[in-house]
């Protein structure tokens, strides 16, 4: 099998792992993968090297799958296209990989313990006031332009209601969009939860300096921005559970003191 990111951890945490012949130029989860070939990103899939590991089947992420599957399919390579827009197509993802793999029950227990956990935590901030957030998921290093971030309807913002939040951008189909300063300064979150994919250092940005920028929003104002730097944030497997705590936790702090009102 040759896939994709959040489809290597879902693959992991099934206990399929084993079957995985390459992955690509993204996957960090497990440790292990630094030990298989890897086949290229979202534009750049080395057909070739594809065709010569001859996968029985080639998994795909729905945002990809149109730029690589016809391309697969003319090669005669079997493909599956495994949904990541929405929590639910999490789930989907773990029954479809379950069922590719021959790892059903492996598959349902995940989800199962994923479900509960998200449950859990539900519960735990229902109570609680709900607090606007931004979820920025990319910009430029050290500036604010060419901001992305989290459009409700994704399983982002699905996880931002889960831990007691409500996410302010409107609702996109990719679950994403891209947002001017000046649309921020309009939405007027809470607080601002800023994430960068693959990040480690920015540059040497100050993250709380950059901001400072929109110092006519109210959560600048009051530090209320919040720089996140953890690599299975964007990931729609079963880490979305954590990232939901780690949300919950920026959101509502009093949780992490056991004042809830409760």
């Not at 889960?162 to 891209?178: L, M, N, R």
């Not at 954590?242 to 949300?247: G, I, K, R, S, Y």
């Amino acid at each position: 099998m040759d896939e994709r990111e959040n489809i290597t951890e879902i693959l992991y945490g099934i206990g399929a792992f084993d079957k995985v012949v390459a992955v690509s130029d993204y996957c960090t989860y497990p440790p292990a993968v630094k030990t298989l070939p890897h086949v290229g990103g979202w534009e750049n899939s080395n057909l070739e090297q594809i065709i010569r590991l001859r996968p029985d089947l080639v998994a795909l992420s729905d945002a990809q799958a149109p730029m690589i599957q016809p391309q697969l399919q003319q090669l005669g390579l079997r493909t599956l296209v495994v949904p990541t827009r929405t929590l639910e197509n999490v789930f989907e993802a773990m029954n479809l990989l379950g069922q590719a793999t021959g790892h059903q029950l492996q598959a349902r227990e995940l989800a199962a313990h994923v479900h509960s956990k998200l449950d859990a935590l539900r519960l735990r901030t229902s109570r609680l006031p709900r607090r606007r957030v931004l979820l920025v998921v990319d910009r430029t290093p050290g500036t604010l332009r060419d901001l992305y971030v989290a459009t409700r309807g994704s399983y982002l913002a699905e996880l931002i209601d889960i831990a007691g939040g409500e996410c302010v951008a409107a609702p996109e189909p990719a679950g994403y969009s891209k947002i001017s300063k000046e649309a921020v300064v309009a939405l007027a979150p809470d607080l601002i939860i800023d994430f960068v994919h693959g990040s480690t250092n920015r540059l040497g940005e100050d993250p709380i300096a950059v901001w400072g920028d929109l110092s006519l929003l109210r959560a600048v104002r009051e530090r209320q921005v919040y720089p996140v730097r953890n690599e299975f944030l964007p990931h729609a497997s079963q880490f979305v559970a954590d990232t939901a705590e780690l949300f919950a936790h920026i959101i509502h702090p009093e949780l992490a003191e056991g004042k809830t009102g409760r």
